[in-house]
């Protein structure tokens, strides 16, 4: 979908554009990272509020095609509190001397949005809702802060503003996805009450949803309970409780929320063509991340021959079901609740083109993902262990070493034994498409790793060096 430039219009973002383009590119959803946003182009610009403070809403074109959408902030001073969320002073047009800053950062003005979004209007930002619910407009909004690839504020204990970073042309896949799954009334994810739009461009900026009510999220519960028994300070015995009983049932709630999308969604068996496709798709893959990540090449032939493999199951007639699925599936990603564990964010994984995560996929792919979440987490519950002062010799480095990867161990065998209980594919009647797609998932955190974090590099390499010698 091509997007025109504003023409003959006027442009109030033009003057502001200066000073966005150094700016975005330190933003952590800014994709080419410290590159060039050079050539911002405005195809979207709509003032939400003139008067101090004001409100922009703003959808950019850098030089090659990215789109990439804002919600700015102007006033003629800035108080403290928001000193963190400043991008400069204006030098010229309408705002000239004012401060530029975003706006997700200002209560007042996502105060200012939400109300504007309950109006409705016909055109510029508006909400196309999809529950009858009035948005209650006299909440408290606050942003979250975790870097994500989006960005969410939070109004009250009720509701949830998603708002796309890199906005999409509609059929949005995780506004469809959710949208289905409330009009099907499943309990294990949120309720989504509108999508965000604006007029003329087909662009699906945002969506607004029920707030769960989840103190953290299973990353976080699940680093800890680490820790605590790597260290031996868990209240529980860690052969036989800890995080196991919660690893089960998250099982069971991703098994639930299949067979919703199975029964919303179309489901199909892959072809022995379809999986060749899939075999050679994760080849291609893995020979570009050995272009990145060039400690890949010594595992490149064991994890070829691991794909090969499954593409000649799949030759042999080996049955593998394709359906919507999660699509980038850990524990960051499922909330405890007082009602179970619920599932959020359902984009996939936001490097792999729209159309691709668009696709049926199979279900173990989203079970291998969190597979290797667990392993994650007790790599980084080793981590958060420095800060102790505990026996650092090699032999209690070793002791502890053993009891994280037997804690990955026991919660992966949980989960998958949850997932088979509550009617998902039993992932132990298809351990090689389980391999194949955690080895695929390996590859890709390894690649991530090199770009954002090289020092967790280790955690996926050692994945892959366990899968390729399978």
């Known amino acids: 979908m091509t997007l025109a430039p504003l023409v003959g219009q006027r442009q109030p973002v033009a003057p502001l554009l200066p000073l966005l383009d150094p700016w975005l590119r330190t933003r952590r959803w800014y994709a080419a990272g410290a590159g060039s946003a050079d050539g911002l182009t405005p195809v979207v610009a709509d003032v939400v509020r003139e008067q101090a403070p004001a409100l922009l809403h703003t959808v950019l074109r850098t030089g090659d095609g990215q789109?990439?959408?804002?919600?700015?902030?102007?006033?003629?001073?800035?108080?403290?509190?928001?000193?963190?969320?400043?991008?400069?002073?204006?030098?010229e047009g309408d705002w000239r001397g004012w401060t530029l800053y975003e706006a997700t950062q200002d209560a007042a003005l996502m105060g200012v949005l939400l109300r504007h979004l309950a109006r409705g209007t016909d055109g510029g930002l508006r909400m196309q809702r999809t529950t009858r619910m009035p948005l209650p407009v006299?909440?408290?909004?606050?942003?979250?802060t975790a870097e994500q690839s989006n960005s969410a504020v939070v109004y009250g204990d009720r509701l949830l503003l998603k708002i796309y970073r890199r906005p999409e042309p509609g059929p949005h896949l995780e506004v469809e996805t959710l949208h289905?799954?409330?009009?099907?009334?499943?309990?294990?994810?949120?309720?989504?009450?509108?999508t965000l739009l604006t007029g003329g461009t087909g662009l699906?900026?945002?969506?607004?949803?029920?707030?769960?009510?989840?103190?953290?999220?299973?990353?976080?519960?699940?680093?800890?309970?680490?820790?605590?028994?790597?260290?031996?300070?868990?209240?529980?015995?860690?052969?036989?409780?800890?995080?196991?009983?919660?690893?089960?049932?998250?099982?069971?709630?991703?098994?639930?929320?299949?067979?919703?999308?199975?029964?919303?969604?179309?489901?199909?068996?892959?072809?022995?063509?379809?999986?060749?496709?899939?075999?050679?798709?994760m080849t291609e893959r893995l020979d570009r991340a050995l272009r990145e990540v060039?400690?890949?090449?010594?595992?490149?032939?064991?994890?070829?021959?691991?794909?090969?493999?499954?593409?000649?199951?799949?030759?042999?007639?080996?049955?593998?079901?394709?359906?919507?699925?999660?699509?980038?599936?850990?524990?960051?990603?499922?909330?405890?609740?007082?009602?179970?564990?619920?599932?959020?964010?359902?984009?996939?994984?936001?490097?792999?083109?729209?159309?691709?995560?668009?696709?049926?996929?199979?279900v173990l792919k989203d079970v291998a993902g969190m597979l290797r979440s667990f392993d994650y987490a007790a790599r980084a519950g080793l981590r958060s262990l420095r800060a102790r002062d505990l026996d650092?010799?090699?032999?209690?480095?070793?002791?502890?070493?053993?009891?994280?990867?037997?804690?990955?161990i026991r919660n992966r065998r949980a989960f998958l034994a949850g997932y088979a209980d509550a009617g998902g594919t039993d992932p132990h009647c298809h351990p090689l498409?389980?391999?194949?797609?955690?080895?695929?998932?390996?590859?890709?955190?390894?690649?991530?790793?090199?770009?954002?974090?090289?020092?967790?590099?280790?955690?996926?390499?050692?994945?892959?060096?366990?899968?390729?010698r399978t």
């Open 180 to 194: 289905a799954l409330t009009q099907a009334r499943c309990p294990r994810t949120p309720r989504l009450h509108g």
């Open 67 to 91: 789109l990439y959408q804002c919600l700015l902030g102007l006033r003629p001073e800035l108080p403290p509190r928001l000193a963190g969320a400043a991008i400069g002073q204006v030098t």
């Open 433 to 468: 498409p389980l391999r194949a797609f955690e080895a695929d998932k390996a590859v890709y955190e390894a690649v991530y790793e090199s770009r954002h974090r090289p020092d967790w590099l280790p955690i996926p390499l050692e994945a892959v060096h366990r899968l390729a």
């Open 204 to 281: 699906v900026l945002g969506l607004m949803e029920d707030l769960l009510p989840a103190d953290g999220d299973g990353w976080q519960i699940a680093v800890r309970q680490v820790a605590d028994c790597v260290d031996g300070t868990c209240s529980t015995v860690p052969a036989t409780g800890g995080f196991t009983a919660h690893a089960r049932a998250l099982g069971a709630a991703v098994a639930e929320v299949h067979t919703t999308l199975a029964d919303v969604f179309p489901r199909v068996r892959l072809t022995p063509d379809d999986i060749a496709r899939q075999a050679a798709g």
């Open 392 to 408: 650092d010799t090699p032999g209690a480095r070793l002791r502890r070493t053993r009891r994280a990867h037997a804690w990955a």
């Open 294 to 362: 060039p400690a890949l090449a010594r595992h490149r032939a064991g994890i070829a021959r691991l794909y090969d493999a499954y593409a000649r199951a799949g030759a042999r007639g080996c049955a593998v079901l394709a359906q919507r699925v999660h699509g980038d599936l850990h524990l960051g990603q499922a909330l405890p609740t007082p009602a179970g564990w619920q599932l959020i964010d359902f984009e996939g994984e936001p490097a792999r083109p729209a159309a691709e995560r668009a696709g049926a996929q199979p």
């Open 138 to 144: 006299g909440l408290v909004p606050r942003p979250l």
